[in-house]
């Protein structure tokens, strides 16, 4: 059984940073796909960004040179370091793990959930 659990949510101002950390447990952290979700209040749960075993990156379009996902396998720990924040960035913010080791998208390709850290950018 894996556990996520995130940290580094929090009230920003817009333009301000955060960053997102999310430490797994279980030994299988560095075998897999890890993922960054979102979902605004009214709005489906949509993936943010992505990292594979082997560092492949996705990033949904709107956080495109705004966010980045990294990992640290010695850690067993993803991150998501979020600049430029946009009150559109408010929502809670999920880590994710996959039993795939390349990089996936849907959401029902991530296996293992953390419980979701709220992030609000105000204007």
């Known amino acids: 059984q894996v556990q996520l659990v995130e940290s580094g949510g929090g009230l920003v101002q817009a333009g301000g940073s955060l960053r997102l950390s999310c430490a797994a447990s279980g030994r299988t952290f560095s075998s897999s796909a890890m993922g960054w979700f979102r979902q605004a209040p009214g709005k489906q749960r949509e993936l943010v960004a992505a990292?594979?075993?082997?560092?492949?990156?996705y990033y949904v379009d709107s956080v495109k040179d705004r966010f980045t996902i990294s990992r640290d396998n010695a850690k067993n720990s993803v991150y998501l370091q979020m600049n430029s924040l946009k009150p559109e960035d408010t929502a809670v913010y999920y880590c994710a793990g996959s039993a795939y080791s390349w990089l996936v998208s849907a959401t029902s390709a991530y296996d293992y959930w953390g419980q979701g850290t709220q992030v609000t950018v105000s204007s």
């Open positions: 990292i594979s075993s082997g560092g492949r990156l």
